[in-house]
């Protein structure tokens, strides 16, 4: 005789299942919006404390600092993760703390030698530059020990969201207490990168004690393969950082502080719509992930696939930015007076045009960052990243030059729409 299906027993499970995913995406919009408001509050309130001149020395170091960046994150923000998303993985401890020990022992030795290379090349920039940059190295210490790729993969962040949230608050009193006059603006990288590097310190040791992982030593024969292993997946984050990032230095070549700060104010608000985004893409990446086990190259179908996790996404960031463009009126006295000012319209204007290359960017995740380099083909993302990037300094100097900030501005966005073109036409 057949025994039925315990139907009771499947509803609790399939309810634990939306409770934890629900939770699990709270936890990472958390993470991302805590990640992103801090620089939207805390960079208006420098610039008007500042200046525009000095406010645009902190925004073209931390330029060159988010290019370090996305050399330190380099593939393991997507190899990490689907190293050990499967149940199996999860389960063996050892495994988990080999993982873990691996990834982080190659970020810190590439943390190194950045930190050696501006040591080195000091003789040939000047002394404050130096030190902004140095001061500057605390965030991406922070990035790596937060791990954020082993939570992402576990599905559990909750943790690590509360202390991000500590973190970030505990920056902005510091901002507010330590930042009274403009000769204070050096303090900005040293604030922002020690309330980074706290709190990823503190998610590190949490890390530790909660998962059992015990650090193993990395034999630099090890890192040199996982280095080799996953080269076209940082040929294109260093690509996304030269197109998402050299706006600010290109700007700052070919027009005035005053664009160059307008210009990276909307910058870090675009980032928040970046941000509420980001956790979706987090969410569906490891399910992208399974749907396409059986998925051996891009393909029609391979397509429909990915565009079924994308399209609730390109939905929930659509109804944010309507509730945030309506909302915005009203909350607008709580921000600071930089936004509220003449200069503040056309901080707003640069966003209006900026936020469509969300939309795009989230695409381009999916479909290529979760897709095409599942399926085989990091060698054409790379190369469509890297034409992309080339693109973008191109049309960003082209029209800088002749339109300053929104120059800059339209180009974020052309760079995502010439990305997705190549990334669509890999699935033709």
């Known amino acids: 005789m057949t025994s039925l299906p315990d139907t009771g027993r499947l509803a609790v ?14 936890a990472l919009t958390t993470v991302q919006l805590g990640n992103a408001l801090l620089p939207l509050v805390a960079y208006p309130l420098i610039l008007s404390v500042v200046g525009a001149e000095l406010f645009s020395r902190i925004a073209v170091t931390e330029s060159v600092m988010l290019m370090i960046l996305a050399t330190v994150v380099y593939s393991f923000d997507i190899d990490g993760v689907s190293r050990i ?8 401890k050892a495994a988990l703390s080999r993982a873990f020990s691996e990834v982080l022992t190659a970020r810190i030795a590439i943390l190194v030698s950045a930190a050696t290379g501006i040591v080195l090349l000091s003789p040939l920039l000047d002394r404050e530059t130096v030190s902004l940059l140095l001061m500057w190295m605390l965030f991406p210490l922070g990035y790596v ?24 608050l505990g920056c902005l009193f510091l901002v507010y207490w330590f930042i009274r006059e403009p000769a204070d603006y050096f303090r900005a990288p040293l604030i922002i990168g020690l309330s980074y590097a706290i709190g990823g310190a ?9 998962h059992s992982i015990r650090l193993t030593r990395v034999p630099a024969a090890r890192i040199g393969e996982m280095l080799r292993h996953g080269k076209e997946v940082f040929a294109g984050n260093l690509s996304v950082a030269l197109y998402r990032d050299s706006n600010v230095l290109i700007l700052n070549a070919f027009s005035s502080p005053s664009a160059v700060s307008l210009y990276a104010i909307a910058e870090k608000m675009v980032k928040v719509f970046q941000a509420g985004a980001r956790p979706l893409n987090q969410l569906f990446y490891p399910k992208v992930i399974r749907a396409l086990q059986d998925v051996r190259e891009p393909s029609h179908a391979a397509f429909k696939t990915v565009l079924r996790y994308t399209v609730p996404q390109l939905a929930g960031l659509a109804v944010g930015i309507a509730v945030l463009a309506v909302a915005f009126p009203f909350l607008r006295e709580w921000f600071p007076e930089v936004l509220a000012s003449a200069s503040g319209a056309d901080v707003l204007g640069l966003v209006a045009v900026m936020a469509i290359s969300v939309f795009f960017g989230v695409a381009n995740f999916m479909f290529g960052i979760g897709g095409l380099n599942f399926l085989g083909r990091r060698w054409y993302l790379a190369r469509s990243i890297l034409t992309t990037g080339v693109a973008s300094v191109v049309l960003c100097i082209a029209l800088t030059s002749q339109f300053g900030a929104m120059g800059a501005a339209v180009t974020f966005v052309l760079a995502e729409v010439i990305l997705f073109a190549q990334v669509a036409r890999a699935y033709a």
């Open 13 to 26: 499970d399939d309810t634990g299942r939306y409770r934890k995913g629900f939770v699990n995406l709270a």
């Open 85 to 92: 998303a499967s149940e199996q993985v999860q389960a063996d």
């Open 145 to 168: 020990l937060q791990s954020a790729w082993f939570f992402q993969s576990l599905e559990r962040n909750a943790v690590q969201a509360t202390i991000v949230v500590v973190s970030r």
């Open 202 to 210: 503190a998610v590190f040791a949490y890390a530790l004690h909660r």
